[in-house]
DNA sequence: TTACGTCAACGAGATCGTTCGTTTTCGAGG
DNA sequence: CCTCGAAAACGAACGATCTCGTTGACGTAA
């Protein structure tokens, strides 16, 4: 069998909705839907987002629904965060077969940053680097499992 | 109609496969393909590898082909790096809008770097900021063309 | 009670990605 | 010339993605 997705395009755009909203029914994603501007011309039918909904709950436990009167109100089950790193990752195995360090030059060549944003990205390894030695100090005695 | 995928998984294989050798023909790329962990049990026919190609070319054109004797040999049109920056510009604009910057939080998240990683992290930046700057400065009189 | 509007439920169709089997072509060896 | 083997050409199938139209249920207002 073909290689199931684990977030298409469509299922993202989605996602991103109910990330911004916390949770939404049916017609309230539509309406977010249909105003991106890459939908404004072409907009989407209410029951094709119900079917992608149905989907996203079912075959890909992406969401979950509540009842709230006569409607379902949907709701992400995965945090956004997570849900980009897992992406992220498949990425990078999938074009850089896991090399980080690829994936990064290609992207400071994609849109070569300015030198504030060079300072900033400076910055934020700093960042990485401490909470990687406060999590490299630790344990003591919490060696055992790894995981 | 729907939205056609610039470079599909499996034609990302065929298209590494095809920058390593350089040029390949159809049993070449077949025989290789047969050999990633992924496909070992899973052998891809000649025929599809075939499809693919032919799709590539006609379709798509990432790949060219020359004639030699009786067979086809197949060359990439776009570098790798070309392609493979398009596919990183690709997925930053999918998953996080553009934003550069988020991309690498999440690729920091994915795998904490190691010390060295992190040091050689920071040389590339500062290496990819020399070339900007040397960029930024010459350009007195070849302003003109930008490309 | 009847009509109306909204919602979930179905069924279905178009295109794409991926996969092959089969047929045709064609050059080399007997 | 005939046969054999390998390569290209062709047609076809299946699941996945994305898209709707239609139908039936249900609550509300007239």
Chains 1, 2 share one sequence.
Not at 32 to 61: C, F, H, R, W
Not at 63 to 86: A, L, M, N, W
């Amino acid at each position: 069998m073909r290689k199931v997705q684990m977030v298409t395009d469509r299922e993202l755009e989605i996602l991103k909705i109910l990330w911004a909203l916390g949770k939404a029914s049916v017609r309230e994603v539509q309406d977010e839907l249909n105003k991106l501007p890459d939908t404004v011309d072409n907009p989407v039918a209410y029951s094709t987002v119900q079917t992608l909904l149905n989907i996203m709950e079912d075959k890909k436990g992406l969401v979950r629904h509540v009842v709230e009167g006569r409607t379902f109100i949907y709701i992400p089950k995965k945090s956004s965060d997570r849900t980009i790193r897992e992406l992220t990752k498949r990425f990078v195995d999938r074009v850089f077969d896991g090399a980080i360090d690829r994936m990064m030059v290609a992207l400071l060549d994609t849109k070569p940053p300015s030198a504030a944003e060079f300072d900033r990205l400076r910055a934020m390894i700093d960042e990485a680097q401490k909470q990687a030695d406060e999590r490299a100090d630790e344990p003591v005695g919490s060696k055992l499992e790894v995981d």
